[in-house]
């Protein structure tokens, strides 16, 4: 016999949580109720049968809106977050990734997972918000049980089992005050020097549960920043690295953001701000609040790249919404847009990676759009690198959007541009930071090519470029991709796109036709041989007819830019690739992607009862 506790969440009932006791489920139902954040909440019996019967169910007048887990994925995590002890759980990576996971909750309870961790009652009560706990880790180990090697259900026990060791530690933490008088006395360097006498694994645990008596009284987050800054020390790298994560892990958050701000006329305001905290110079003349002002005081020493980050997250989060910057005219947005795009300028890109080229991306396809219709994505991307005066920081834009998913969608015309972008460097100190040795340079360039997407043999292409570009500021005599291209003038478009006919192997310094070879029902297309471009469909004008019942007229076209061979979707029903060694890939239309050097292009439905025309493909050169 089970006992099912049921509620209704968005008018679907969910299981809140499964007993093998009639009155532990009633008890529950009780909780629930009382917490009035559900509509009904009942209590089902089952019996072996599987024969269900309501045995007690009731509403309230609740149904607030419920504390939910936030959207984390892959990105969100690396090797040090796969905690297989409970000491591990103390780390600044595991902090990080409960913070993003449990946004909503930590906004709600106004405190830090550096806090949290310490206290067992609290650790207790969020076990029992079951829709929130359970929902939680198996969120966490669906995406960590690949990394480990092991089924999501066994990542699952495990972490049950660390949050069961973890409630026990919080239980015995009365024993670490010595460590909070360590801080109070000494501060940071006194803290650190009292855990030297304890294991290493140890230290993460001790100094959190330090920091976390010191902000329990802080009842909100301005309070907080204050607290933790009291421990700052400018020129210790040592402190500064440790009030950098409690800094970085207070205001990682919408609601510590808006505390923090205090009074902002509009958004773009708002994102201004925060940015000069970035930079350390906030003007103390606005009306924002005195601990917004110390916190930038305290970046304008340098370091605090946790810190520099979360906000950049935050900046980052709003350029993604669809609030608007200001709430005047659309000038007025343009120019709240232009002062953001300055102040994100690096010297590789934007500040703020993948992510914030997307966001910046798809603000910009509204801001600078006409009659209501947003501005094309390819004249969207050619005026924000143009706003970038050198090589390096338009490159750096390029294969940053090009990482994101959204840029991954539009990879031809990313691609074109990065290409265009090195035919205009003419020494390796334009693609350089101070400081920075070119051999770095083209190692960094290289590991962002290939994670950017960009086809192999194009990577490899330009990668050799890099090796062959003098390190001085001598010109180079023959660019490697098409015809010379005049040096660029700050904040001009990046180059038009070359013809296929001008495009030669990036690979030698001869030019060597490429060739895409297509074979389907013992014929064979050649493109450029037979023409720059091929259409596949069911139209009889097509390079290669189908009579596939589920294809379209203009099913798919193949065509060559800038020495790669293309792939795009023309189709209602898709296309699908597959590549040797690679997982099937279903392009929607308007996907465009560049082809390997072989593979398979299906298209067809055999679920209704179609065989599908499959065309193999092959680049050869020569």
């Not at 009382?34 to 149904?63: D, Y």
């Not at 709003?318 to 343009?334: K, V």
């Not at 792939?567 to 590549?579: I, K, M």
């Amino acid at each position: 016999m089970k006992f099912e506790v049921v509620v209704e969440q968005g008018g679907k009932p969910n299981i809140d949580g499964v007993f093998e006791d009639e009155a532990a489920a009633r008890e529950r139902a009780g909780y629930l109720l009382r917490l009035a954040k559900f509509p009904v909440v009942r209590v089902m019996k089952t019996n072996g049968a599987g024969k269900e019967e309501v045995i007690f169910q009731k509403a309230s007048s609740g149904g607030a809106k419920t504390t939910t887990i936030s959207h984390i994925d892959e990105a969100d995590l690396s090797a040090a977050e796969l905690c297989t002890d409970v000491l591990q759980v103390f780390s600044f990576g595991s902090r990080k990734v409960l913070l993003r996971l449990l946004r909503g909750y930590w906004d709600e309870q106004a405190v830090i997972p550096a806090e949290q961790l310490h206290r067992y009652y609290p650790l207790r009560y969020f076990e029992r918000e079951a829709l929130l706990f359970n929902p939680a880790i198996m969120r966490l180990a669906t995406l960590q049980a690949p990394l480990l090697g092991i089924k999501p259900f066994d990542r699952h026990d495990q972490i049950l089992r660390l949050f069961a060791a973890l409630k026990e530690l919080a239980q015995g933490s009365d024993a670490l005050a010595p460590f909070d008088q360590a801080l109070a006395r000494g501060g940071v360097a006194g803290l650190l020097a009292a855990t030297l006498d304890r294991a290493p694994e140890e230290r993460d645990r001790l100094v959190t549960h330090a920091f976390g008596a010191v902000l329990e009284p802080c009842r909100d987050w301005p309070s907080k920043v204050t607290a933790i800054l009291r421990f700052h020390e400018e020129g210790d790298a040592e402190n500064g690295g440790v009030i950098d994560q409690f800094l970085a892990e207070t205001v990682d958050g919408r609601e510590p953001v808006r505390a923090l701000i205090g009074y902002a006329p509009d958004l773009g305001t708002a994102l201004q701000s925060l940015l000069a905290v970035v930079h350390g110079d906030l003007d103390d003349r606005l009306p924002m609040t005195d601990e917004l002002l110390a916190l930038s005081n305290a970046l304008g020493g340098g370091g605090f790249l946790e810190t520099r980050g979360a906000l950049l997250r935050r900046v980052q989060g709003g350029l993604g919404g669809l609030t608007p910057l200001t709430r005047t005219s659309d000038s007025a947005e343009g120019k709240a847009f232009q002062a953001i795009l300055d102040r994100l300028a690096g010297f590789d890109g934007y500040l703020g990676g993948p992510a914030m080229a997307e966001s910046l991306t798809r603000r910009a396809k509204m801001v600078w759009g006409a009659g209501g219709q947003d501005a094309a994505f390819d004249a969207t991307v050619q005026r924000l690198a143009g706003r970038l005066p050198m090589p390096a920081q338009r490159i750096g834009f390029l294969l940053d959007l090009a990482t994101s998913p959204f840029g991954r969608h539009k990879a031809s015309v990313l691609i074109r541009q990065v290409a265009g972008e090195f035919e205009r460097v003419s020494s390796a100190r334009e693609l350089a930071a101070p400081g920075v040795s070119v051999d770095e340079v083209r190692a960094g360039l290289g590991r962002r090519l290939r994670a950017a997407g960009i086809p192999r043999a194009l990577a490899e292409g330009l990668i050799a470029k890099i090796a062959s570009i003098p390190d001085g500021q001598r010109s180079l005599s023959t660019p490697l991709l098409g015809a010379p291209v005049p040096a660029a003038a700050p904040f001009s478009a990046p180059p038009v796109a070359h013809s296929a006919e001008q495009t030669v192997d990036v690979r030698a310094p001869r030019a060597v036709p490429a060739r895409l070879v297509l074979s389907f029902r013992g014929q064979t297309h050649r493109i450029p041989d037979d023409g720059p471009q091929l259409v596949i469909g069911r139209s009889s004008q097509c390079g290669i007819v189908l009579d596939v019942p589920s294809a379209s007229r203009q099913h798919a076209s193949l065509f060559q830019q800038d020495g790669v061979f293309m792939l795009e979707d023309l189709s209602r029903n898709g296309t699908q690739v597959l590549v040797p060694g690679a997982e099937p890939q279903v392009l929607a239309q308007g996907d465009t992607i560049p082809l390997g050097p072989r593979g398979e292009i299906v298209i067809g439905t055999p679920e209704l009862g179609e065989e599908p025309a499959r065309i193999a493909w092959e680049v050869t050169r020569g």
